[in-house]
């Protein structure tokens, strides 16, 4: 069991950047986790935002080249650096841990994901 405590959610305007982090604790078995951000607005599916597995990053194509996911998998700790925010980043964001996977994992599906935090929510507008 991983119980994970998002912060940094602010009301911003278009064009500033945002810091997300994400705590983890609890985990008393011998994996090390993958950690994601996704995020979700009102009568939507939770979209997948970025990844980090291991060295590995992965990103929705909306936030590449203005996001970046950075973090340590062993000490379950995630950030989303957010550069250059519009008004379509406005959202409740989710950090998410899972063991780590490896190739051919649909690691963009929220179902795919084993433990979830509460949210932070951001909101983009002028």
């Known amino acids: 069991q991983v119980q994970l405590v998002e912060s940094g959610g602010a009301l911003v305007q278009p064009g500033d950047s945002l810091r997300l982090s994400c705590a983890g604790s609890?985990?008393?078995?011998?994996?090390?986790?993958?950690l994601g951000w996704f995020r979700q607005t009102p009568g939507k599916e939770r979209e997948f935002v970025a990844a980090?597995?291991?060295?590995?990053?992965y990103y929705v194509d909306s936030v590449k080249g203005r996001f970046t996911i950075s973090g340590d998998n062993v000490k379950n700790t995630v950030y989303l650096q957010m550069n250059n925010l519009k008004p379509e980043d406005t959202a409740l964001y989710f950090c998410?841990?899972?063991?780590?996977?490896?190739?051919?994992?649909?690691?963009?599906?929220?179902?795919?994901?084993?433990?979830w935090g509460q949210g932070t929510q951001v909101t983009v507008s002028s």
């Open positions: 998410a841990a899972t063991p780590l996977f490896s190739g051919g994992y649909d690691f963009r599906r929220a179902t795919s994901w084993s433990y």
């Open positions: 609890g985990s008393t078995d011998n994996y090390y986790y993958a």
């Open positions: 980090l597995n291991w060295n590995d990053r």
